[in-house]
């Protein structure tokens, strides 16, 4: 099906199911340890043995020898692999580093070798007895002192420009010129990169914890050097992603491998210092952001340029791009610069250069509505646009910004907060209150699906979506439900396997609109079916209560398959409305937070956001997304950063001790409020992706509130109380 045409009316319209707060579908699953995640399939593989990787000790350099000698003849071990007998690797097109290295290092903890052992215990004291000797060579590991040679990305986003800025800048009534810092930061999810792997004959199967199934079947094809359909994927059930899995990472090649020369599956997970070493990271930024306006606050003049750094081939960090869009201003320019740095790989991290830019940009509209003396909501309520500001006649589809401000600042009471920072007391504590937009493009991708109608009248819905805990088999459910006239109850979704047609897949928050829609397409040709099996018009048939209806007549749904089960398979595809509109979602985060008057410590006390996402598949599962976006936000704020020891060229925090994630005790009360909205431009079901916009615009929105509390302004993430209690009001 092609996706041309704005929306009409349709099937989803009814909501009967879409659009209500049903619980997740595979909850029981998850809550009774029925769900079937990557490492513990031993039903699919009994009696496999275990992997355990070697990462290297350097991040730079070359392997000059590995003697594994002893650790073949430690207790249990059945085989080890290495690049000098894992025979030729390629390297998939979503890799920047190889995921076996040798004899050539490409950052610290790469995998240079495999034990497999009877047990997990004997492989990793196994491998405790693999000597590698290396070579090591001189890197590159601190991004300031490589911003001078930063270079334009090659093959990446353009610098863009619109009308003069220097000219627009220089003659602005009031100015702002501010550099801005985010860190690197880590995924950190809950469940680690795992996988079990078996081959029979020159086929693989691997049961792995994985975003994207066909992206990464094809991945792992080119880096065996096997053909794409002797390789299957399966993961079903994922605990937690957020963009560290949108790849094949080495736990996945290095069971393969490891499995291959056993002659028995073989499991492997990552050890946690290896999450943060061997696999993708959110990079560090530096930003500078110039805004020039009017005496009354109108943008003329806006720039923000951005430093990155990632290994030789790698992209950037898109940290400039919600600045292309958000706010009006007829001179305009944004620039990208990569440095090559020798540090683990940098990738997408949930909201990738919305996350990391808005950090930045949102403080520095407050900085230029204080020099205005403009209430900071009503600086960007004044500065909001309708056009895409780089191309004034493409509108937006949908964009509702300034309702979003002003819903968020009534419920949130924004009229109580005090102008004057540092003013507000309440005993130990200075009280103040913050806001900041929120921005994030909305995407859409081709995703297909099969759906069968069986003989018990039961549908079932197939598809290699997966299922990162954002609520990927209910929406879906939910989906095929409206389209067939049932109850979600006679509804089975199977997800995550690549035997199944190939969907968006999750991540860059399109996963849900757009699996949704390939359910609806196929949905559409099953209906077609089950009319044309029972006799009747497809044009006039609906489905309702299980029943197709058409010319006065009810006929149970279940008659149609009567003779055998109904077989749908169809995806959407989409036309060129993302280019004639620009199609992006948007809110407003409000936080009020107190900090102590003597230590600096900083208390979040409340937390709102306004989303603007089009139609809310699910309002509960959606919620959950933006209370955990707001909750990573939060310590993206406040505590999350991998410390790089730019000597040895590897993060120093590599584990959950040393990596401060928020916990229960640090988030207070959080309010989600969804406004009514449809986008027919997106898709047939009108709706937007919404996990991401969640966190774009949280950090700021504590930075302005801990800015607002004390009367310090802090540039550089997180913000940790040795950068500003120095400076604090006096007691």
Avoid at 498 to 511: L, M, Y
Avoid at 555 to 577: K, Q, T
Avoid at 695 to 716: E, K, P, Q, S
Wanted: a neutral charge; hydrophobic letters at 40%.
């Amino acid at each position: 099906m092609k996706f041309d045409t704005p929306a009409t009316t349709n099937p989803i319209d009814r909501l009967k199911v879409v659009g209500k707060p049903v619980d997740r579908i595979d909850g029981p699953f998850k809550a009774t340890g029925t769900a079937h995640y990557a490492y513990e399939r031993h039903d699919a593989a009994p009696k496999h043995a275990y992997g355990y990787i070697v990462g290297s000790s350097i991040p730079k350099g070359r392997v000059v020898s590995i003697d594994t000698s002893r650790a073949k003849r430690a207790p249990g071990v059945i085989a080890i692999v290495t690049a000098q007998n894992a025979g030729k690797l390629g390297k998939g097109k979503f890799n920047t580093a190889h995921l076996l290295g040798g004899p050539n290092i490409e950052h610290y903890h790469q995998a240079v070798a495999v034990v497999v052992a009877e047990t997990f215990e004997q492989a990793r004291a196994a491998a405790q007895l693999v000597h590698v000797d290396y070579a090591r060579a001189k890197g590159n590991f601190d991004l300031a002192a490589s911003k001078a040679t930063a270079e334009k990305p090659k093959g990446g986003k353009p610098d863009t420009a619109v009308g003069d800025f220097d000219a627009a800048f220089a003659d602005a009534a009031v100015k702002l010129d501010a550099t801005y810092t985010t860190p690197d930061q880590s995924h950190a999810m809950m469940e680690p990169h795992a996988t079990i792997a078996a081959w029979e004959g020159d086929k693989l199967t691997l049961w792995t914890s994985n975003q994207m199934v066909d992206w990464s079947r094809g991945d792992v094809a080119i880096t065996l050097g096997i053909p794409k359909e002797n390789v299957r994927l399966v993961s079903p059930y994922i605990g937690g992603g957020f963009g560290g899995k949108l790849f094949v990472r080495s736990d996945a090649i290095m069971a393969a491998l490891g499995a291959h020369a056993a002659g028995r599956p073989v499991a492997v997970t990552l050890q946690r210092p290896l999450i943060f070493n061997n696999t993708t990271h959110r990079p560090a930024t530096i930003q500078r952001i110039r805004i020039g306006t009017s005496k009354d606050g109108r943008i003329d003049a806006i720039a923000h340029e951005s430093w990155s750094g990632d290994l030789a081939g790698g992209d950037p960090e898109t940290a400039v791009s919600q600045t292309r869009l958000l706010y009006a201003g007829a001179n305009r320019m944004t620039a990208m610069r990569l440095a090559v740095l020798d540090l683990p790989e940098g990738n997408a991290m949930r909201a990738p250069g919305e996350a990391p830019g808005m950090m930045a940009l949102e403080i520095a509209i407050d900085e230029i509505a204080e020099k205005t003396d403009i209430d900071p909501v009503e600086f960007r309520i004044r500065n909001d646009t309708q056009v895409d500001p780089e191309k004034p006649s493409r509108p937006f589809s949908q964009r509702h910004f300034v309702e979003c401000m002003r819903t968020g600042a009534k419920q949130f009471g924004w009229e109580k907060r005090a102008s004057r920072p540092g003013s507000v007391r309440e005993g130990r504590w200075l009280k103040g209150m913050g806001v900041a937009s929120a921005f994030r493009n909305n995407l859409v991708m081709k995703s297909a699906a099969r759906v069968r109608l069986e003989r018990s009248g039961r549908l079932v819905v197939e598809t290699d979506m997966t299922d990162i805990g954002t609520g990927s088999y209910t929406i879906i459910g939910q989906t095929a439900a409206e389209m067939l006239g049932l109850p979600l109850d006679r509804v089975d979704v199977r997800l995550g396997d690549s035997t199944f047609p190939v969907s968006a897949g999750s991540g860059g928050q399109w996963g849900g609109n757009s699996s949704a829609a390939g359910v609806y397409a196929a949905c559409v040709k099953l209906r077609e079916a089950i009319a044309r099996k029972l006799g009747v018009d497809p044009s006039k048939a609906t489905f309702d209560g299980g029943q197709v209806v058409a010319d006065g007549k009810r006929v149970a749904l279940e008659r149609a398959a009567a003779d055998g089960d109904i077989v749908a398979e169809d995806g959407m595809e989409y036309g060129d409305l993302a280019k004639t509109h620009q199609q992006s979602t948007f809110g407003a985060h409000f936080v009020e937070v107190r900090v102590d008057a003597a230590t600096g410590e900083i208390r979040i006390d409340r937390m709102l956001a306004v989303c603007a996402a089009g139609r809310i598949l699910n309002p509960k599962t959606a919620r959950s997304q933006v209370i955990g976006a707001m909750t990573m936000g939060a310590g993206a704020a406040l505590m999350e950063e991998l410390v790089v020891d730019k000597r040895l060229g590897y993060f120093v925090n590599h584990d959950l001790a040393g990596y401060e994630v928020p916990v229960h005790a640090d988030i207070p009360r959080q309010e989600v409020v969804f406004l009514d909205e449809t986008d027919p431009m997106s898709s047939p079901l009108k709706a937007k992706g919404v996990g991401e916009l969640g966190i774009c615009g949280v950090a700021a929105a504590i930075a302005n509130a801990v800015y607002n509390a004390t009367g310090v302004r802090v540039r550089d993430y997180p913000i940790t109380l040795d950068k500003f209690i120095d400076k604090l009001p006096p007691v």
